[in-house]
Structures are given as C-alpha cells and as structure tokens.
C-alpha cells in the first residue's frame, strides 16, 4: 500500500507512528519535505518511510493522500496541486469542509475526514470518520478505533472537543499541584491522577448504554463526598465554563453555505 502525507504535523506524525508500528503489511509511507525536522527523524527510524522531495512527489506515488495543513495555508497549498481522480484523500483539516475541497481537487475524486489524535500513536485512540471508505477505514483502524459520522456538521461538534485536552491535562496538573502541597510526592501524585481518571473513563466506556449522570449520581453516595464535591463545583459554575468554551471553538467551524455556527 503506498500513502502520502502533506504536513507532518503532530497529528501526522503520530498517525505515521501508529502505522508503522501497526500490522498494515507490506507499505510504503511517502512524506512531504514540509517539517523538516520530523520527516527526516521518521524517515530515519522507520524503513517503510520514504521523505520526497517535494509535495507533488508524495502525491504522484500514493494510493492514499492524508492531507495534515494548517487550515490558512491549506487552499493555497492544495491549489498548486494535481490530484488523480483514483485516489483516496484523507482530509485531516479541522475547518474546511469535503464541498469546498472538491473545489480545489480534481472532480470526483474520493474525498473523506478524519479526527485522529496523538493517542494514535499508542493505537489507543476513537477516530470519527465522515465519508470514509472501507479502505480507509481499514487502515484508520489500525492506529484507534473509528467512529462513522453522518455528517459534517456533527464531525464539527465532535472535533470541538478536542479542543479540550489541554484544559483537561491543566485539571490534571492543579489536582496534581494541590495533591503534593499536601505533601504527596509528586511521582506518586501523578501516578496515582493519571490511574485514577483512567480508570474512571474505563468504567464509563464498558457502561451499557454510557450514562454520565448515571455514573455521577452513583457514585454520590447521600451527605457523602463526591456529593458534596459536586454540589460545590456545579454551583461555582466551572461545568459551563467548558461549554462556553465549546460553543466559542464550534462557531470557528463552517456551516453548509461557508458561514460559521451562529
């Protein structure tokens, strides 16, 4: 199988990792120049990656394009491009939707999105897919577990979210930074944050159906801890922080026509 990235970014990178260290079979990765850094550094760990000379080149000698550009420098980029009408293109762009890419690739080409993250690098990691083909799905499935969406827009709602990693790594680090004021060793208190939400994601994520609310009000026991954690916290209002921040990144996002989410 022969893929091409554009743009090694962090995602590419770690969606390139993924596979290498995955059981895709006999492959070929070809990587764009761009990010010299980190092309040459795949390039030299890794004996199916290949580091082109040039953007055209990865698309010449490709099956299957991941398409990993910033969204301000991605029309321009792609513009200068020649795309074959056989090829699967994997767009991994937050902001601009299959319509407008089929403006600037070659008509009728096969055109999907995805969201992978750098867990995928650990092939550990829900990768939604919009307008994906087996194939496609196949390989992805290789670095995570995907997700079929039906359309974009709820691809959007989705993407949003992972807006929120850094916030969630900063709750990390205040529980962290509260723990060893209180004279837990760091290493321990680290260990032991990053366990503990483990753990709490897995007893959610083996839950049938997955209820959230379900699983809080289990958990406040009446006149207990986690009850009265809760009430505190809900009552200061830091939940709607993270929705307000959601709504903000969501309307970033185009709506069928080009406009933003009102």
Not at 179 to 194: F, K
Request: hydrophobic share 40%; with cysteine.
């Amino acid at each position: 199988m022969e893929i091409g990235f554009i743009g090694i970014g962090k995602i590419a990178t770690a969606v390139i990792e993924g596979l290498c260290t995955s059981d895709i079979g006999p492959s070929v990765l070809r990587l764009s120049p761009r990010n010299e850094e980190n092309s040459k550094r795949l390039a030299e760990k890794y004996a199916q990656v290949m580091r082109m000379k040039d953007n055209q080149s990865v698309i010449d000698q490709s099956d299957i394009v991941f398409l990993a550009l910033r969204p301000p420098q991605a029309p321009e980029i792609l513009k200068s491009l020649r795309f074959r009408a056989n090829q699967h293109i994997v767009s991994l762009i937050p902001l601009i939707r299959v319509s407008e890419l089929e403006k600037i690739l070659v008509p009728g080409i096969q055109i999907c999105r995805a969201i992978p993250l750098p867990p995928v690098v650990n092939h550990n990691c829900p990768i939604p897919v919009f307008n994906a083909p087996d194939l496609v799905v196949e390989l992805l499935n290789k670095t995570g577990q995907t997700i079929s969406i039906q359309t974009e827009d709820q691809l959007h709602a989705l993407w949003t979210l992972t807006c929120l990693i850094t916030p969630y790594y900063d709750l990390l680090n205040e529980l962290s930074e509260w723990t060893v004021l209180h004279g837990v060793g760091t290493e321990t208190a680290n260990r032991y944050i990053a366990d503990l939400f483990q753990s709490l994601s897995f007893t959610a994520q083996i839950a049938n159906p997955i209820h959230f609310n379900d699983l809080a009000q289990h958990a406040a026991t009446p006149n207990g801890m986690n009850e009265q954690a809760g009430k505190e916290i809900r009552a200061k209002g830091a939940h709607r922080a993270y929705r307000d921040a959601a709504d903000r990144i969501l309307a970033k996002f185009p709506v069928r026509g080009g406009e933003g989410h009102k």
